[in-house]
C-alpha cells in the first residue's frame, strides 16, 4: 500500500525529472546552460573549477547521532586525502564542505542553499527525516547524493547513490545466515521491535518477507525512538515464545532490550542491522548482556581484517586518534570511493556537470570497493546496488566492539526479494 | 517594533473613536514603514545568492505567527498552553488532505480543492479544534492547563502516526500542495519575473506569501487586543469574577481565546508545510517539527517578548527561530565557531545558551520582556507636544502586555 503511494511520488518525480531535462532548468539560484568548457575539454557547471572538484557533506556532529556522523564526516575527509595525494581525479583537486544540521530536517532546510551553489554533488546526506525534506531539491537541483540512511524506499529517486545494501535486505540475510547456523528454524515465532518510521518500517519489511518465505510468525512491536525502557516488550516476547528477536532500534534501546533478554532468562539471539549498534554500549551497564547481538551490515566492521579497511581504520587513527571508533569511518571511505568511480565514469565522458555524473553514475555496473562493501551495480534504478552483507558479533576486546563472523555473503532469499521501486 | 500608547479605557468623556488620538508617535510610524519597505525588499537586498537568509527568514515568520497566537492566549486571556505544536500539525496535515491531488496517490486522501481554500480550510478546521478542547480550557487553569492540553501533542503524535491515509504516515510524510493564487504558482517558474535584477523563484513567492499571513496576522492580533475582545480577555485574565460582574461571558471568552489561538496555529503549520514542502508527522515526541520542543520553544518566543504582546512575538521569533539557524549559516559563510569541530562551542550550543539565557535574564530582571524594554525606549521619545499620560512611564502590563 505504501508502495502505492511512492509510486505516485514516483511519477510526480519522473514528471519534475523530464521538465527539468526539457528546460535545462539549473537549480534556484542560478541559471547556466548545459554546463562550459572547463579544463581538459570538460563540461562543467556547478562545484567544479579548472583545479578542484567540491563535494557537500550534511552531517550530524551535534545531534543524537554525533558520534556516527563525526565517523563519517572523517571517513569522508581520509578518503579525500588519498585521492588528493595521488594526483586528484581528472586533473582537479577534492574538496569537501560540511554542515552539520544536528539531525533536524529544519536546519538542513535552511542550510541546504547556502551549500548546494557550492558544490557538485553530496558525498554525504545524513538522517532520512532530513533526506525527505530535502528530497524536493535534490530533484530540483539534478543532484546526486550519498544518503548515510538505507532505506529501499529512498531508491525511486535516480539521484539517490545507495552505497551498500538496504535496511530489509540486512534483516533477510541476517535471517538466513542464523538460520544457516541452526539458531532458527521454519515454522518458529520471532519478536520485531522497530521504530516506527523509514528506518523501522523498511527493516520490518525485509523480516515480513523472509518470514512468509519460511512459515514464520513475527510478534512485531512498535516503538518510537525516545522509547529507552523495552524491558515490557521482551517480557511479552518471551510468553509469545520467541527463537529470535530482530531489532531496528536505536543503540540506547538495543542496550535495554539485550539486557532485558539476560535478565529474564530469555536469552535467544539477537539480531539487529548496522545503525543498531553503537561501541559506546560497552561502556554502559548493558555490557554484560551484548553478547547476544549479531550486526548484519553492508559495510566492514572496525575491526575488520579485510586489508582495505585495515588501511582506512589505521590511517583513521593516525589522523584522528581520539575519536569515537565505529563503523562510520569505513562508510564514509565508501562513499568517497563510490564518487570516485562516478567522477571518473563522467570525465571519460568529458561532462561533470550534475547531469553529467548523473549518468555517469547508471553506467556503473561493478563499482569494486575493495571489499568494504560488496560489488555494487548502479545499471537498474530502484533496485538495491547490491544485496551482500557481513555479520558481526558484538566482542568487547575488538576495536569498534563487533568481530566478523561471516565474510561478505548474499543468501538466496536475498536474491530473489523484490525491493519496492525495483522493476522487472 | 514597539508598542502604540494607547490610551487607557475610554472614559465616559473621551472622544469618539476615529478622532485623532493623541500620542502617535511619529517616528514610529516612520520606523514600522520603514520596515516594511525593507521586508518587501528583503528577497533583492539578499539576492540571488542569499536563498539560504530568505529560507531563514521565512522561518522567522512560522515563528511570529504562531507566537502571536500563544501571546494571545498566554499573555492575552491568561491560560497556559502546551498544544501549539499539535495544532500546527493538524494545520499542516488539513492542508495537505484538503489540497491534495486525489491522484497522488490510492491510500492517501486529497481532496483536490484549490490551495486557497485549503490554507482557509485547514485554519478553521484547527479553530473548530480548539473549540473542541474548549471545555477543558474553561474548567482549569494555570499549571493544570498546561498539563492538560500537554495531552494533545501526545494525540497528534499517534494520530499522526495511525492515520498515514491523511497524514502520509512517519516514513515518508506526503507532499505538501503548491500554493497558487488564481492560476499564479508558488514554484520555481520558466521565465521567472525579475525584480532588481532579482529571479523571483520559488523562494522569494514563498516568502511574499508569508509576509502577507504574518502582516495579516499581526494587524489582526493588534486589533484584536486593543479593541473590545481584548478587554474582556484581560477581564477574565485578572479576575474571573469582576469579569463576570462586569457582564464577561467568562466560558464564552477563554473558549475563543482558544478557537483564536488554534487559529493561528494552524496557519503557522500550512506554513511549514509550505517551508518543508514535505508533511511529515514525528517519529517521538521530544524531537520534531511538532514535538514538545516546539512547544517549549513558543512559550520561549511569548516568554522572552513579553507575555500577551504582539509585538514582542515578533522579536521573540526573532530570537528563538532564527538566532540557531543565522549561526549556524554564519558559521559556514564567515568561519565563526570553526574550530568546534566535533562538539564544543558549535553554532547549536551558542544558540541554545544564548535563547536559555535570554529567558532567564527577562524572568529575573525585566518580567515584562522585550515589549517592557521597548516602551521604555519609546517612553522616553515622546513628542513633547503631548502631555505624559498619568501611567506614561509605567513599564508594567496595561493595556498589551
Known amino acids: ?88 581525479i581528472c586533473g582537479r583537486q577534492i574538496e569537501i564542505e560540511t554542515v552539520d544540521h544536528g539531525y533536524k530536517a529544519d536546519v538542513a532546510k535552511t542550510l541546504y542553499p547556502q551549500l548546494e551553489p557550492n558544490v557538485l554533488g553530496m558525498v554525504q546526506l545524513l538522517g532520512s527525516p532530513v533526506l525527505a525534506a530535502l528530497e524536493p531539491n535534490l530533484i530540483e537541483d539534478n543532484m546526486l547524493a550519498a544518503p548515510a540512511s538505507w532505506s529501499s524506499e529512498v531508491l525511486d529517486n535516480p539521484g539517490i547513490m545507495m552505497i551498500g545494501t538496504t535496511y530489509d535486505l540486512e534483516i533477510v540475510n541476517g535471517l538466513a545466515y542464523l538460520q544457516q547456523q541452526g539458531l532458527l528454524a521454519d515454522g518458529d515465532t520471532i519478536g520485531h521491535i522497530y521504530i516506527d518510521g523509514e528506518y523501522g518500517g523498511n527493516g520490518l519489511k525485509g523480516s515480513k518477507y523472509y518470514a512468509e518465505q519460511h512459515g514464520i510468525t513475527i510478534n512485531e512491536a512498535k516503538v518510537t525512538s525516545t522509547d529507552n525502557d523495552l524491558t515490557g516488550i521482551v517480557t511479552g516476547m518471551r510468553g509469545a515464545g520467541v527463537k529470535l528477536i530482530v531489532l ?55 575491526s575488520s581484517s579485510n586489508p582495505k579497511a585495515v588501511e582506512v581504520t589505521t590511517a583513521y587513527k593516525e589522523a584522528y586518534p581520539d575519536l569515537p571508533r565505529n563503523a562510520g569511518i569505513t562508510t564514509g571511505y565508501t562513499e568517497g570511493l563510490v564518487w570516485q568511480n562516478v567522477l571518473e565514469a563522467a570525465c571519460e565522458a568529458g561532462d561533470l556537470t550534475r547531469a553529467g555524473v548523473k549518468t555517469a553514475l547508471g553506467t556503473l555496473t561493478s563499482v569494486d570497493t575493495e571489499g568494504l562493501v560488496d560489488v555494487l551495480d548502479y545499471s537498474s534504478p530502484g533496485a538495491p546496488p547490491t544485496r551482500g552483507v557481513y555479520i558481526a558479533q558484538v566482542d568487547a576486546n575488538a576495536e569498534g566492539g563487533l568481530t566478523e563472523v561471516a565474510p561478505l555473503f548474499t543468501s538466496p532469499e536475498a536474491e530473489s526479494y523484490k525491493a519496492p521501486f525495483q522493476q522487472g | 517594533m514597539s508598542e502604540t500608547m494607547t490610551p487607557p479605557a475610554a472614559p465616559p468623556q473621551a472622544p469618539p473613536a476615529g478622532a485623532a488620538r493623541p500620542g502617535r508617535n511619529w517616528l514610529k510610524i516612520v520606523a514600522t514603514a520603514v520596515l516594511v519597505v525593507v521586508l518587501l525588499l528583503l528577497p533583492v537586498l539578499v539576492g540571488n545568492s542569499g536563498v539560504a537568509y530568505l529560507k531563514l527568514a521565512q522561518y522567522i515568520l512560522i515563528g511570529v505567527v504562531g507566537g502571536i497566537g500563544l501571546t494571545l492566549l498566554v499573555g492575552q486571556a491568561g491560560q497556559l498552553s502546551l498544544a501549539h505544536p499539535f495544532f500546527l500539525l493538524v494545520g499542516a496535515v488539513g492542508y495537505a488532505v484538503l489540497s491534495g491531488d486525489p491522484e497522488e496517490s490510492d491510500d492517501l486522501v486529497g481532496l483536490g480543492l484549490p490551495p486557497l481554500v485549503g490554507v482557509i480550510g485547514a485554519v478553521a478546521l484547527c479553530g473548530l479544534i480548539g473549540l473542541a478542547f474548549a471545555p477543558v480550557a474553561g474548567r482549569l487553569r494555570g499549571i ?25 504516515g512517519t516514513s515518508s510524510g506526503r507532499n505538501a500542495p ?37 502582516l495579516g496576522s499581526y494587524f489582526l492580533a493588534r486589533g484584536a487586543v486593543n479593541s473590545r475582545i481584548g478587554r474582556s480577555w484581560r477581564a477574565v485574565r485578572d479576575n474571573e469574577a469582576a469579569a463576570t460582574a462586569m457582564g464577561v461571558h467568562v466560558t464564552r471568552v477563554k473558549a475563543g481565546a482558544f478557537v483564536i489561538s488554534s487559529a493561528f496555529a494552524g496557519l ?28 517549549i520553544a513558543f512559550l520561549a518566543i511569548v516568554i522572552i517578548g513579553g507575555l500577551g504582546s504582539v509585538p514582542g512575538a515578533v522579536i521573540g521569533a526573532v530570537l528563538v527561530f532564527g538566532l540557531q539557524q543565522f549561526f549556524l549559516l554564519g558559521s559556514q559563510q564567515f568561519g565563526w565557531f570553526a574550530d568546534a569541530q566535533f562538539g564544543g562551542f558549535s553554532a547549536v550550543v551558542v544558540s541554545a545558551f544564548v535563547y536559555g539565557g535570554a529567558i532567564v535574564l527577562v524572568v529575573l530582571f525585566e518580567p515584562g520582556g522585550m515589549a517592557a524594554i521597548g516602551r521604555r525606549l519609546l517612553g522616553r521619545r515622546r513628542s513633547p507636544d503631548v502631555p505624559a499620560t498619568a501611567d506614561g512611564d509605567r513599564t508594567t502590563p496595561r493595556e498589551d502586555r
Open chain 1, 1 to 88: 500500500m505504501i508502495a502505492a503511494r511512492r509510486a505516485g511520488r514516483s511519477a510526480l518525480i519522473a514528471g519534475v525529472l523530464t521538465s527539468t531535462l526539457v528546460l535545462a532548468a539549473c537549480g534556484s539560484t542560478a541559471d547556466t546552460s548545459g554546463g562550459t568548457e572547463g579544463a581538459g575539454g570538460v563540461a562543467t557547471d556547478f562545484g567544479v573549477t579548472d583545479t578542484t572538484i567540491t563535494l557537500g557533506i550534511m552531517g550530524d556532529t551535534s545531534g543524537v547521532f554525533k558520534n556516527l556522523g563525526a565517523g563519517l564526516n572523517a571517513g569522508n575527509q581520509l578518503w579525500a586525502d588519498d585521492v588528493n595525494a595521488a594526483g586528484g
Open chain 2, 268 to 295: 503557522a503549520g500550512v506554513m511549514t508545510a509550505l517551508w518543508l514542502d514535505l508533511v511529515k508527522p514525528d517519529e517521538n515526541e521530544f524531537t520534531g517539527t511538532y514535538s514538545l520542543t516546539v512547544a
Open chain 2, 144 to 168: 493544570y492547563l498546561g498539563v492538560a492540553s500537554l495531552s494533545l501533542v501526545f494525540l497528534g503524535l499517534w494520530l499522526g502516526q495511525s492515520l498515514d491515509m491523511f497524514s502520509g
Open chain 1, 248 to 302: 531496528t532500534t536505536t543503540p540506547g534501546q538495543t542496550a535495554s532490550a539485550l539486557a532485558a533478554n539476560q535478565a529474564l532468562g530469555l536469552n535467544v539471539p539477537v539480531l539487529g542491522n548496522n545503525p543498531t549498534f553503537d561501541p559506546a554500549l560497552l561502556q554502559t551497564p548493558a555490557a554484560g548482556a551484548l553478547g547476544n547481538l549479531y550486526v548484519s551490515a553492508s559495510n566492514a566492521p572496525f
Open chain 2, 178 to 214: 503548491v500554493f497558487e493564487l488564481f492560476g499564479f504558482e508558488f514554484a520555481n517558474s520558466q521565465p521567472a519575473p525579475t525584480i532588481a535584477g532579482v529571479a523571483i523563484q520559488k523562494q522569494q513567492r514563498l516568502w511574499y506569501l508569508f509576509l502577507a499571513f504574518a
